[in-house]
């Protein structure tokens, strides 16, 4: 193990106790905060570049440490920044059927059909309209933030008309959410129609969650 090597192990500890775990006051479950995981990331990448770089004037130890800390501050903004939309995002869709997921520094937002859409249907339900008039409440305090719109049905008759109705889908979602403030050129809209299936489609169950909208946010800066 190199001297450098050697130095940065420490520091590599540390981090990690900032990457904490929490309890999501709606599941249950434990997770990781992102914003410990961001920072943990930039931690290490910055004391390594800190420690290789410098004309000499500077001790090896301290540039490393001065790189781990704006590391850290780096890697740590994207994570708080996604740690705050997504706990919105939770206490806004609670009891509206709409999940929540986290992914690295991604949010999905899975919308099923039962929720959305009527059968055979690219209009918006009330309940659903409701619903993103909050997500578009939340959307519009973090403008940081790509938004991806995907359409998906069931394998149920005809792929090409399937295929034209999942986009007709995330299309509506993508004007309503236009409508509602977020600016259009964050939105992004696909169809994949029954080509990405997340349950089996010989249940009326599994299809039932395969006919879905989801929206997934990304950090548009990952620095």
């Known amino acids: 193990m190199t001297k450098t090597v050697r130095m940065i192990a420490p520091l590599a500890a540390a981090a990690l106790l900032v990457g904490c775990t929490t309890t999501d006051p709606y599941s249950g479950e434990t997770q990781r905060n992102q914003t410990g995981t961001g920072a943990t990331i930039g931690a290490l990448v910055g004391a390594a570049a800190g420690a290789l770089s410098g004309d000499g004037s500077t001790s090896r130890r301290d540039r490393a440490l001065i790189g781990a800390a704006v ?48 059968f055979d249907s690219s209009d918006l339900t009330t309940q659903a309209r409701n619903a993103l008039n909050d997500v578009s409440s939340v959307l519009t305090q973090y403008p940081e933030t790509r ?53 089996s489609n010989e249940s009326e169950a599994g299809r039932s969650q395969n006919r879905r909208v989801e929206i997934t946010l990304t950090p548009i800066s990952q620095g």
């Open 71 to 118: 590391g850290a501050a780096a890697g740590g903004g994207v994570g708080a920044y996604m740690d705050k939309q997504e706990e919105q995002l939770r206490q806004s869709m609670e009891g509206t059927g709409i999940g929540v997921e986290r992914q690295g520094n991604d949010i999905t937002l899975n919308m099923p059909s039962s929720v959305t859409f009527g």
């Open 147 to 199: 938004v991806n719109i995907a359409g998906h049905t069931d394998s149920t008759g005809d792929a090409g008309y399937n295929q034209g109705l999942s986009e007709r889908r995330a299309q509506a979602v993508g004007n309503y959410l236009s409508q509602g403030g977020v600016a259009s050129n964050r939105l992004y809209t696909n169809g994949y129609g029954e080509n990405q299936p997340v349950a």
